[in-house]
């Protein structure tokens, strides 16, 4: 064995006491670290998957019409100008399966839907409610929302005048699976239609206003034949989305937006979360690494005779600094290992504790094995780069001076 | 007549910076290939300063240290390391062996810290050192466990086992009873018989030192005296 390698490793089993104490040190900071950021990115990742579980992650559209001039200017004749923003019409994408298919082809993106999507009031009885109407075709939504999966009552079935509508639309039009109600679109086209599923996907405003319907009936309801009012795409980084919104956008000309820019406050609030476990992680490191370099430190110190007479006998200078850093790293690593256990444990603890009653985790931590190797590299370069204080201490003490004074 | 092993010329070595004390004012001294000399003279007198600078652990303010026909005061800190480890043997008062190893580790030090790696023949060599000062069936034992003589003993195989011209011993019997100091002393008188090791030996033990074959005495940084029996 090599011999910094084997001093190092008996230094720390002769001096047990202290390697035991510095090592639980290590990993209950590992430990905190792994525990907050499993529970962190658990709570993110759920936050993200309800709000992504009701949206696409980038919608394309036409963009707003501009005011467009009644009376050119010309050499002939000048004009005094008043600008009145145009009124907005529903409108398809120009040639939108070409567009479709451009989209599909950038690379990152899964999947695309196209939907005409516009507005129109639910009748039955004596409620007359505003719906959102969202034509689409039924393989390619399901791609980019999973509805099915949220069906709380009936199939998810919108061929011919079957529709599929929110739970909280459903229930404020007092309807069941089976019953017809009757819809009307912004363009004045009425059509009694059949439901035959109920959803609840979690969101208040999807649940209350969305009526999903084919897109053949949808276009014929906005009188837009063959004609998508947006398409919708899933990219496979829910945070390249932005990224691939612009592309479409500078590509295309059209509008595209990203969950994360309709999405902004919460986004805000996940990176202010991230900051403050960030911030924690850093004192937590910076804990761990004082405590390591404080028992290096004190142990260097205790053996700064027995350093003396290694640099005597022969010991290089650089070799006496390779036993403590392999000190630091060692402890570092093995308390990495021991931390993220324990981290583990805390994380499944916490996540059966807190479960709800119908035993599903009310806070769900994720800990994947990134998180893991992440907080294993973190400790044992904490370790090394503190230990280098002490370790050249070590190297560079006088061999006279210590073996005498030592 | 061959080299000397040992050639000490003028060296002064100061301390301090604004107040200079010199611990050494201009000495000069000659050991040949298998002399077995002591290192005498009162405390604060030189003694230890000049075997610090002979073991290569400290450097003169000036003058020149050459071992084995190589001078030293050229080399940096890197190749005296190295030159050290194969050159020079040490034995130091109080043992200084490392408390966490066991005895056959320790003596394995010098090598094993030089080169780098552990190797079989390393630890024979080891095994065998340690029989020939009569401690072959304590080799497994923490030197924790050994009494003090046993340790010396430890001591003396760490420092002969790469076979070193020239072993400095700084009060080798200063902590031990009779006994054991006679023990150590025969000890190092047969490692000069048998392989030619030349011993250079501080002591304050008058018996000790009128036994060797030479005695140097140290006054206030110079030679004082210097007979050959």
């Known amino acids: 064995m090599p011999f910094q390698w084997f001093v190092a490793l008996r230094y720390m089993r002769d001096a047990r006491g202290q390697t035991a104490l510095i090592l639980s040190a290590v990993s209950v900071g590992v430990s905190v670290i792994v525990f907050l950021s499993a529970l962190i990115n658990g709570l993110q990742s759920s936050l993200i998957e309800t709000t992504l579980g009701s949206q696409p992650h980038v919608t394309i559209r036409v963009p707003r019409e501009e005011p467009r001039p009644l009376v050119e200017a010309s050499s002939q004749r000048s004009i005094a100008r008043l600008i009145q923003p145009a009124s907005q019409r529903l409108r398809s994408i120009d040639q939108w399966p070409v567009v479709m298919a451009d989209a599909e082809r950038i690379p990152g993106v899964t999947a695309a839907s196209p939907t005409v999507t516009g507005s129109g009031i639910a009748t039955r009885a004596d409620a007359r409610l505003p719906i959102v109407i969202r034509g689409v075709d039924p393989e390619r939504f399901l791609a980019i929302i999973n509805v099915p999966r949220k069906i709380v009552q009936g199939t998810f079935d919108v061929s011919g005048d079957s529709v599929v509508i929110g739970s909280t639309l459903a229930t404020d039009l007092g309807v069941e699976v089976g019953d017809k109600v009757r819809v009307a679109s912004t363009e004045g086209i009425e059509e009694v239609m059949k439901i035959s599923g109920v959803f609840t996907l979690g969101s208040a405003a999807v649940d209350k206003t969305w009526v999903i319907t084919s897109l053949r009936h949808a276009q014929s309801m906005f009188a837009l034949p063959g004609g998508a009012t947006t398409i919708e795409l899933k990219v496979a980084e829910v945070f390249d989305a932005d990224r691939i919104a612009n592309e479409i956008q500078s590509q295309t000309g059209l509008l595209a937006d990203s969950w994360m820019a309709l999405n902004a406050q919460l986004l805000s609030g996940l990176s202010a979360q991230s900051s403050s476990k960030i911030m924690i992680q850093v004192c937590v490191v910076l804990t761990v690494a004082l405590g390591i370099a404080s028992v290096l430190i004190v142990s260097v110190v205790q053996k700064s005779r027995e350093i003396g007479i290694l640099r005597a006998v022969g010991a290089p200078a650089n070799r006496v600094l390779a036993i403590f850093l392999i000190q630091g790293g060692v402890l570092g690593l093995i308390g990495s290992f021991l931390g993220s256990a324990l981290g583990v444990i805390f994380s499944l603890l916490f996540e059966t504790l807190t479960s709800g009653p119908n035993g599903l985790p009310r806070f769900p931590v994720q800990v994947d094995l990134e998180l893991l190797a992440g907080a294993t590299l973190l400790a044992t370069g904490v370790g090394l780069i503190t230990a280098v204080i002490p370790a050249g201490r070590a190297a560079n003490l006088d061999p006279a001076t210590a073996i005498r004074s030592g | ?229």
Not at chain 2, 73 to 86: G, I, K, P
């Open chain 2, 1 to 229: 007549m061959a080299d000397p092993i040992l050639s000490v010329q003028q060296v002064i070595r100061e301390y301090g910076d604004r107040v200079r004390t010199r611990a050494l004012a201009g000495v000069d001294l000659m050991l040949d290939q298998g002399e077995f000399a002591a290192l005498i003279g009162p405390s604060g007198s030189g003694k230890s300063t000049l075997l610090n600078i002979v073991g290569l652990l400290d450097r003169p303010t000036s003058g020149r240290v050459i071992l084995a026909g190589l001078d030293t005061s050229n080399l940096d800190e890197r190749a005296l390391t190295a030159f050290r480890a194969r050159t020079l043997g040490f034995v130091f008062q109080f043992h200084h062996l490392l408390p966490a190893f066991t005895a056959v580790e320790n003596v394995m030090l010098p090598e094993w810290a030089d080169r780098g790696i552990a190797t079989r023949e390393m630890r024979v060599r080891a095994e065998a050192m340690l029989q020939s000062v009569g401690l072959s069936d304590r080799a497994q034992f923490k030197t924790t466990d050994l009494s003090g003589g046993q340790q010396q003993r430890v001591a003396i195989a760490r420092a002969l086992v790469r076979r070193p011209p020239l072993v400095l011993a700084d009060e080798p019997t200063g902590n031990l009873d009779t006994n054991s100091s006679e023990e150590i002393f025969e000890l190092m008188r047969r490692f000069n018989r048998e392989l030619g090791t030349t011993f250079l030996i501080v002591t304050h033990d008058p018996r000790i030192a009128d036994r060797c074959d030479r005695t140097i005495e140290i006054v206030d940084g110079l030679v004082k005296s210097d007979h050959v029996r």
